[in-house]
């Protein structure tokens, strides 16, 4: 039987269709029905295995699947936890996604006199992040206690188990309907590929490098517009200026014109109304903007 690469998605949750989305566009089709654990990729070598979001790390650690797709947030804790164990982390996070961008910070009951992390000596702070909040208090030499919260943090507070909290929040609404107010962020947040870090076979590198190498085009993809335009031959060093991460321009003859070129080339950063405004300054005309549907560098 042929090897097969296993990478672990969330089961259900804010990731899970991002998740099976992004490996769709990487060209993977998987045959899944709802309620099975394990999805075939019936193309290329690839099982989905669909979990908990919180079981990805230790998975990918344990060698029981070579590729996750997590938030960045679970990820740092679950390292930072190996490390305190004397362990290091058997995985590296590879490429950050374009979704579940979310935040972890503090938050106050607004009936205390907690105001930022320079009142939090000697205080209790609950969170579901016990490891990543530990860090963050060495780093910054605050004396505080962490409790570890597994769900329903905000409560904390008000069941009396903590002075303030840690959480991910993505609106402040959460927070305002149990009366705490939003504090520091200690971690910005976003879904993440990790990648095994242990010695494949020649046969799963390849895959695991190729669809890696997909991921980013993908990522890529969805900024980058091809952009078609006319300009003076003289202004083509100030166009690729204009426009951020392009390669060199394509430049094609017009029939019968002699100084005026049809400039083609690929951005790969978002095209702004005011990016097309200045290249019509600088003497562009007929500029068209279309979407790049694949992308492989
Ligand atoms: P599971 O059953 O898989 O453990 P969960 O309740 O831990 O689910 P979700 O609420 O689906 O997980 O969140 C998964 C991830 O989505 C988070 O770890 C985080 O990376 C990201 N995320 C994005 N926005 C938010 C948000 N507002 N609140 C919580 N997580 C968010
Ligand atoms: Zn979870």
Not at 214 to 230: C, D, F, P, T, W
Request: charged fraction near 25%.
């Amino acid at each position: 039987m042929k090897e097969r690469i296993k990478i672990a998605v969330q089961k259900s949750g804010r990731l899970t269709e991002h998740s099976i989305t992004l490996l769709q566009k990487c060209g993977l089709i998987i045959s899944h029905t709802k309620d099975q654990l394990i999805g075939y990729g019936e193309n290329m070598p690839f099982d989905i295995m669909f979990v908990r979001d919180d079981d990805i790390p230790g998975l990918i650690q344990e060698n029981l699947c070579e590729i996750g797709i997590v938030g960045a947030n679970v990820a740092r804790e679950k390292q930072l936890s190996y490390e305190s164990s004397r362990s290091s982390s058997n995985f590296d996070l590879e490429s950050s996604l374009d979704f579940g961008h979310c935040k972890l910070s503090f938050a106050y009951p607004e009936s205390s006199s907690i105001r930022s992390v320079n009142d939090l000596d000697g205080k209790t702070i609950a969170t579901s992040y016990p490891f990543t909040v530990k860090n963050y208090f060495t780093k910054n030499s605050i004396d505080a206690n962490v409790t570890e919260f597994s769900g329903a943090v905000e409560l904390a507070p008000s069941l009396g188990k903590a002075d303030a909290i840690c959480d991910l929040v993505s609106t402040g609404n959460t927070l305002r309907a149990h009366n705490l107010m939003a504090g520091e962020t200690i971690l910005e947040s976003v879904a993440t590929v990790l990648k095994s870090k242990s010695e494949q076979s020649e046969f799963k590198s390849m895959w695991i490098e190729k669809i890696i190498e997909r991921i980013n085009g993908v990522l890529q993809v969805n900024e980058s517009k091809y952009i078609m335009m006319h300009a003076p031959k003289n202004a083509i060093n100030e166009i690729t200026k204009l426009l951020p991460g392009t390669e060199s321009p394509t430049v094609i003859p017009l029939d019968g014109v002699n100084d005026t070129v049809a400039v083609h080339v690929v951005c790969k950063e978002t095209v702004f109304w005011e990016t097309l405004e200045e290249l019509k300054d600088v003497g562009a005309s007929s500029i068209l903007v279309v979407p790049v549907e694949k992308m492989l560098m």
